[in-house]
């Protein structure tokens, strides 16, 4: 069963436009959020996180949002790139202030952002 | 500062070889972490090493095991391989704290054929 969900496998947008990138998860004691981007045969990148006694978290063009309630978080790129395009990955810290040792991931959302 | 460092970069390994795969994580950090990664089931943990010892386990069978040395490296084994293991295996470290950010290596592409 899957914790972490990431319903949208591919976005395309616009460059300049928001891109915006949705995660749902299902355990309540997921407590660290993190968003990673990929590129095909490489690591994820770390791009930004987000703990759960906040609901918002800012990082120059990336915002991540938490909505604790829904058990839902998202990304927005604002103004996207082309630069941006890749495959972005949703992840959750199962346990309560523990370390980031042991993440559960989505099966990612590919981003084509076009010029 | 040297990000995580993972070799070798491919590896071609006949059905029931061994492998062993290498990991030096970020100068001071003590939790290795180490992830499979397919086409079919994404990014799944497979272990979490801090101070030598394993913290965390995924639900991978035993023929997947680590180890950690003292000075933070990390290697991964899989023995009798299988065709079912070709993957991308990535190593993360993290300073083994509460809420801080897990960096990955640029993983090792495991094909056995």
């Known amino acids: 069963d899957q914790q972490v969900k990431q319903n949208s496998p591919s976005l395309s947008v616009q460059e300049g436009r928001i891109s915006i990138l949705n995660c749902d998860y299902t355990?309540?004691?997921?407590?660290?959020f993190l968003w990673y981007k990929k590129y095909p045969a490489e690591g994820p990148t770390f791009l930004i996180s987000i703990s759960s006694i906040k609901d918002k978290n800012e990082d120059g063009r990336f915002t991540v949002f938490l909505n604790k309630s829904a058990k839902h978080l998202s990304l927005h790129i604002v103004p996207s790139q082309p630069g941006d395009s890749a495959v972005y990955f949703c992840?959750?810290?199962?346990?309560?202030?523990?370390?980031?040792?042991?993440?559960?991931f989505g099966k990612g959302t590919k981003l084509s952002v076009k010029p | 500062k040297a990000g995580v460092t993972q070799t070798p970069r491919y590896l071609i390994k006949t059905r029931g070889q061994q492998v062993t795969l290498s990991c030096s994580p970020i100068?001071?950090?003590?939790?290795v972490s180490w992830y499979q990664q397919t086409p079919g089931q994404g990014l799944q943990f497979l272990f979490e090493?801090?101070?030598?010892?394993?913290?965390n386990k995924g639900n991978f069978p035993g023929r997947f095991s680590g180890r950690q040395f003292s000075n933070s490296r990390s290697e991964m084994n899989v023995s009798t391989l299988e065709l079912g293991d070709s993957a991308l295996y990535l190593c993360?470290?993290?300073?083994?704290?509460?809420?801080?950010?897990?960096?990955f290596g640029q993983g090792t592409r495991l094909t056995v054929v």
């Open positions: 100068s001071g950090h003590r939790s």
């Open positions: 090493y801090f101070s030598e010892t394993q913290r």
């Open positions: 355990n309540s004691m997921f407590d660290y």
């Open positions: 993360a470290s993290n300073r083994g704290q509460s809420n801080t950010e897990a960096f």
């Open positions: 992840a959750a810290s199962p346990y309560y202030g523990g370390s980031q040792g042991n993440l559960i």
